[in-house]
């Protein structure tokens, strides 16, 4: 098994609820089928989105997600092989965050305190977030 996680700007700024909602829908029922786990967030325009399941159908889902006109410049920051699920409940969770929460998350507080977006993440703090969600109070 591997998880892989990318950020990506979403083409449209603000993204409306019920598009949200679309492609939440769409995961959900795609990733229960091929037995993929996840979450995804987003924030000011940008997604951040964890994907686990076996490496081939990770990079299958990740390539199809790659051409996905509803969002552009997607960027992946880690893969790597996993021995268990961070997220073997959610088919495709959607921790709702503010700016707020997020700046609130240890080693991450002066990064969003900043202004920055997921899209400027590297690995380490890319990490640092999942880990804040792995076993964290939006879990
Ligand atoms: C930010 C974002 C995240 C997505 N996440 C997933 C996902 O986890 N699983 C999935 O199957 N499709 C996801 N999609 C949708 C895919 O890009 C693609 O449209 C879909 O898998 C096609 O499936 P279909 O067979 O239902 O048409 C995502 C799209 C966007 C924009």
């Given amino acids: 098994m591997v998880q ?12 409306s609820a019920v598009d949200l909602e679309g492609i939440l829908d769409q995961s ?3 990733n229960e089928r091929i037995d993929v786990t996840g979450m995804l967030l987003y924030e000011s325009g940008a997604f951040f989105q964890v994907l686990e399941g076996d490496r081939e159908v990770v990079e299958e ?19 790597e092989p996993i021995a268990e699920r961070s997220f073997g409940t959610w088919s ?9 929460e997020l700046a609130q998350i240890d080693g991450l507080n002066d990064f969003f305190s900043q202004g920055k977006s997921f899209m400027e993440l590297e ?9 804040a969600f792995k076993g964290g109070r939006w879990h």
């Fill in 92 to 100: 495709m969770g959607y921790p709702k965050v503010s700016r707020e």
């Fill in 123 to 131: 690995e380490g703090r890319a990490k640092t977030l999942l880990e």
């Fill in 61 to 79: 889902l990740y390539a199809r997600l790659e051409g996905d006109d509803r969002h552009h410049n997607v960027i992946k920051l880690i893969v």
């Fill in 4 to 15: 892989c996680i990318y950020c990506s700007k979403s083409v449209d700024v603000p993204l």
């Fill in 28 to 30: 959900r029922a795609n």
